[in-house]
């Protein structure tokens, strides 16, 4: 527990909690479209093993995860050096040792540990039904509709807290985030099904 009120603090003096909840939802957004994009492919082209579904679905989202943790890491790293230099400079002393030196070191980590969960997490709950699938579990219906459905409620619930966030509409702001995926789908039944 002392790790994440050691987190909760570091993120807090950094004010950077806020950018860690937007990449959360940014690349678990991203996740899910990508999934559903994937997955609607699968549905449309020719019939395809679900053993070779599933690793391509599964080597997307490793690549989004270590994509999202790599790009966080890096520019997050060059912002809080950034921001510590310039306090230091207003400040006249060096803070290496300081909390916001501490921060500056670990709060990169933080947000890429967000960024790249993010994608993975909500890649591998879309995934469930594949595998429930291949282990010889039966499902009430496809399991690549099953994968498309969780996709479209993850994105829907990723508006909706986007919505709760921002103080709108949490309904209006899922719908919005559905409306994405609902475009997405139609053009890639458009496109990949014709």
Same mark, same amino acid.
């Given at each position: 527990?002392?790790?994440?009120?050691?987190?909760?603090?570091?993120?807090?003096?950094?004010?950077?909690?806020?950018?860690?909840?937007?990449?959360?939802?940014?690349?678990?957004?991203?996740?899910?479209?990508?999934?559903?994009?994937?997955?609607?492919?699968?549905?449309?082209?020719? #019939?395809?093993?679900? %053993?070779? +579904? $599933?690793?391509?679905? @599964?080597?997307?989202?490793? !690549?989004?995860?270590?994509?999202? =943790? /790599?790009?966080?890491?890096?520019?997050?790293?060059?912002?809080?050096?950034?921001?510590?230099?310039?306090?230091?400079?207003?400040?006249?002393?060096?803070?290496?040792?300081?909390?916001?030196?501490?921060?500056?070191?670990?709060?990169?980590?933080?947000?890429?540990?967000?960024?790249?969960?993010? #994608?993975?997490?909500? %890649?591998? +709950? $879309?995934?469930?039904? @594949?595998?429930?699938?291949? !282990?010889?579990?039966?499902?009430? =219906? /496809?399991?690549?509709?099953?994968?498309?459905?969780?996709?479209?409620?993850?994105?829907?619930?990723?508006?909706?807290?986007?919505?709760?966030?921002?103080?709108?509409?949490?309904?209006?702001?899922?719908?919005?985030?559905?409306?994405?995926?609902?475009?997405?789908?139609?053009?890639?039944?458009?496109?990949?099904?014709?």
């Amino acid at each position: 527990m002392d790790l994440l009120k050691q987190a909760s603090y570091l993120l807090r003096i950094t004010r950077t909690h806020g950018i860690a909840r937007r990449y959360f939802v940014v690349n678990g957004f991203d996740g899910a479209l990508t999934m559903l994009g994937l997955n609607l492919g699968f549905l449309v082209s020719t #019939p395809t093993e679900l %053993s070779v +579904i $599933i690793s391509v679905c @599964l080597g997307a989202a490793i !690549a989004l995860g270590m994509s999202g =943790l /790599s790009s966080a890491y890096v520019s997050e790293s060059a912002e809080r050096r950034r921001a510590l230099t310039k306090l230091e400079a207003a400040m006249v002393t060096n803070l290496q040792e300081s909390s916001h030196g501490e921060a500056a070191r670990w709060v990169p980590m933080l947000i890429a540990l967000v960024n790249g969960s993010a #994608p993975l997490t909500i %890649s591998l +709950i $879309i995934l469930t039904p @594949l595998w429930l699938s291949n !282990a010889g579990f039966r499902l009430p =219906l /496809s399991p690549l509709y099953a994968a498309i459905i969780i996709a479209l409620m993850l994105i829907f619930l990723l508006g909706a807290y986007l919505g709760r966030i921002s103080g709108v509409s949490w309904l209006r702001s899922g719908i919005q985030t559905l409306s994405v995926a609902l475009v997405t789908a139609a053009l890639i039944y458009f496109f990949a099904g014709a």
